[in-house]
């Protein structure tokens, strides 16, 4: 079976029924769109703009957290996102990256995460959901008679991925491009779904992977370089699995000197120090050729969806705009 292809995006100011009807055109089965406050228009009204501009588009958040928004709010905006869209709406939620840094936190406690993803489960299944402050369930989603929206977990490290197991429909990995790590991280969310009594292939599974399709590697390798670092830091956090060898170094020091000021961006130093054999690890950049066998090995390994990152958020446009246009002409295609 085909997998998924999906596109990882910042919300783009006053222009997201344009790009959902770009991308729906394009061919790509869905759109994530960053929720990070400080760095992009809010994540659910450019998601419920899209409904109204799409047919047939996922519309996900890519990814919201568990601190900037009651779990109940939470609830609410994406099932309004869902009942826009006639049920084209995912919840994809992490502990929290760019949109706690910039307030001065860090990412959500495990424990913390584990929690607040059930009580959300709960008010989207239109449940009485049990809070510190007393029973509360929300009304008019219980109403809608929609499917639930589904609830897709971003995981990189052990414990997120056994609340992935446990309470999420769908699972994407940022475990970079490397089809070993992708099949570790798959095997162990089957051992903890069989270990949580439910079935090990009931759940989707996807991955996030940084792509830019170039016959100049060298210019692919810096258009995909600050998305690669960003992503690469969730391995160099307390608790993700590292390596042994030359990767197990890089996690260790983007984990310990990641610059959010320079979030995404290929000009901040930790994006620099990123060795170019590192980027052809973790990232995929280079010809038409390479990009279409790299993913192919992604989809081997076990990937149901991908969810491509098409580059740095200070890549040139006209340098993101070749590579989406390669991608959905040349790539695409190739994949199906």
Request: contains cysteine; hydrophobic residues 45%; glycine residues 12%.
């Amino acid at each position: 079976m085909a997998p998924e292809l999906d596109l990882l995006m910042f919300p783009q100011p006053g222009r997201p029924a344009e790009t959902g009807a770009m991308v729906e055109s394009a061919g790509w089965d869905g759109i994530y769109l960053a929720d990070t406050q400080n760095l992009a228009p809010d994540v659910h009204v450019s998601l419920g703009i899209m409904a109204t501009a799409t047919e047939r588009l996922r519309l996900v958040t890519g990814v919201t957290n568990p601190v900037t928004r009651h779990p109940a709010v939470t609830a609410t905006a994406i099932a309004t996102v869902h009942a826009a869209s006639g049920g084209r709406a995912v919840l994809g939620i992490g502990r929290g990256d760019s949109s706690l840094g910039y307030l001065g936190r860090k990412p959500a406690r495990v424990t913390t995460f584990e929690t607040y993803v059930a009580r959300v489960r709960g008010f989207l299944d239109g449940d009485d959901v049990e809070l510190d402050s007393g029973l509360s369930r929300n009304r008019w989603i219980a109403e809608q008679g929609l499917p639930p929206v589904p609830i897709d977990v971003a995981a990189t490290g052990p414990r997120v991925i056994g609340v992935a197991a446990r309470l999420a429909d769908r699972v994407t990995f940022a475990v970079g491009a490397d089809p070993r790590r992708l099949r570790d991280a798959i095997a162990q969310l089957r051992t903890e779904r069989a270990a949580a009594g439910l079935d090990p292939a009931g759940i989707s599974v996807g991955a996030y992977v940084n792509v830019v399709a170039n016959p100049d590697v060298e210019a692919a390798r810096e258009t995909v370089r600050g998305g690669a670092a960003s992503f690469a830091h969730f391995s160099g956090m307390a608790g993700a699995p590292r390596k042994a060898g030359p990767d197990g170094a890089v996690f260790e020091s983007i984990g310990s000197g990641y610059d959010m000021e320079g979030h995404g961006s290929a000009g901040s130093s930790h994006a620099a120090s990123l060795p170019d054999e590192f980027i052809d690890r973790f990232a995929i950049a280079g010809p038409v050729e390479h990009c279409v066998a790299r993913l192919s090995e992604m989809v081997e390994a076990g990937a149901e969806r991908l969810v491509v990152v098409p580059g740095s958020r200070d890549a040139d446009p006209a340098t993101i705009f070749a590579n989406l246009a390669s991608l959905a002409t040349d790539v695409l295609p190739e994949l199906r």
